[in-house]
């Protein structure tokens, strides 16, 4: 059975890539967060859509999957922790479709790069 892990300390890139290796970036993973979509993928034995890489040097916590799926039906917390994952993701989907939607490219590109300085360290 396949494990997921935690980020305890550093940066980690998650991407999708395509058959010629393009990436589109998704969203970064910062100390104390771990990819909801690879949580939901362990659990049920699914491979998963995204790709991931250290930005920074990165210690990660590696979760035997069949205790994260226990722990969600006993631990209230933890099921709230996967809960909020979940949630915090979907409300990134819902900012990029704002900022494509409503936002024009200037505005789009401004925001970009200041994320894009915030967490990269050798670009501040």
């Known amino acids: 059975m396949p494990n997921t892990q935690l980020v305890a300390d550093g940066l980690v890139k998650v991407y999708r890539e395509d058959q010629d290796g393009h990436e589109f970036f998704m969203y970064y993973l910062q100390p ?4 909801a979509l690879t949580l939901n993928c362990a659990i049920r034995q ?3 859509p995204v790709m991931a890489k250290e930005v920074q040097d990165t210690e990660l916590i590696t979760l035997p999957v069949q205790d994260v799926d ?3 039906q006993q631990y209230h917390s933890w ?5 909020d ?3 915090q993701r979907y409300m ?3 900012d990029a479709f704002d900022q494509v939607a409503f ?3 200037d505005e789009r590109l401004r925001i970009y790069l ?3 300085i915030l967490f990269t360290p050798n670009l501040r």
């Open 79 to 83: 099921s709230n922790f996967v809960l």
């Open 85 to 87: 994952s979940y949630r």
């Open 114 to 116: 200041k994320k894009r």
């Open 46 to 48: 699914l491979d998963s």
């Open 92 to 94: 990134d989907l819902i």
């Open 32 to 35: 104390g967060q771990a990819c």
């Open 70 to 72: 226990r722990w969600m």
């Open 103 to 105: 936002r024009h490219m």
